[in-house]
T-cell receptor, first 114, second 114 residues
């Protein structure tokens, strides 16, 4: 079975500080992993995805994530937070098949202070 | 940039009424999905649809739910007799072919059952 745990429902950082949003997954098969972002009153937008190629994945808006199989983790980072990064971030796992359902974590609300 | 379009953005309905949520997936995509997010909870999979039939459904997707692709562009979710607990944000998504593709989500329809 597939599942995702996001540690910390709320993360607050100062503008310019490192952003670290944690995601651990459970999967019975090699996973496909995703980070989505949801801005207020908007839908889910893909930030980045891991599909078994490079373990360090770069996404949009300066975000990146590293797949660590030994730790079953796929943490999202950004070296320097910007006010516009304030949003809710969702980690999701898919079993692999294109048609496979996504299993989402509970989400992490990122607040960026000036 | 192609996008998934959902209408209406907000629907209020009385308990027991039928509602139909509308989605226009990205035109060359072949896989379609519905997810929902009850306020404060994680995004949950409802159903996936491919080749004019349901390919997978969750335990949430019981007999009161149905999906249809009535023409070449629309993908609808019908809830036959709404309950208060059906109040949620409903997201439509679509994806293309190939193992490394991702799901593109619409903006969502906020359904409020009163």
């Amino acid at each position: 079975a597939q599942s995702v745990t996001q540690l910390g429902s709320h993360v607050s950082v100062s503008e310019g500080a490192l952003v670290l949003l944690r995601c651990n997954y459970s999967s019975s098969v090699p996973p496909y992993l995703f980070w989505y972002v949801q801005y207020p009153n908007q839908g889910l937008q893909l930030l980045l995805k891991y599909t078994s190629a490079a373990t360090l994945v770069k996404g949009i808006n300066g975000f990146e994530a590293e797949f660590k199989k030994s730790e079953t983790s796929f943490h999202l980072t950004k070296p320097s937070a910007h006010m516009s990064d304030a949003a809710e971030y969702f980690c999701a796992v898919r079993r692999g098949s294109t048609l496979g359902r996504l299993y989402f974590g509970r989400g992490t609300q990122l607040t960026v202070w000036p | 940039e192609p996008e998934v379009t959902q209408t209406p953005s907000h629907q209020v309905t009385q308990m027991g009424q039928e509602v139909i949520l509308h989605c226009v997936p990205i035109s060359n995509h072949l896989y379609f999905y519905w997810y929902r997010q009850i306020l404060g909870q994680k995004v949950e999979f409802l159903v996936s649809f491919y080749n004019n039939e349901i390919s997978e459904k969750s335990e949430i997707f019981d007999d009161q739910f149905s999906v249809e692709r009535p023409d070449g562009s629309n993908f609808t979710l019908k809830i036959r007799s709404t309950k208060l607990e059906d109040s949620a944000m409903y997201f439509c998504a679509s994806s293309g072919t190939g193992p490394n593709t991702e799901a593109f989500f619409g903006q969502g329809t906020r359904l409020t059952v009163v």
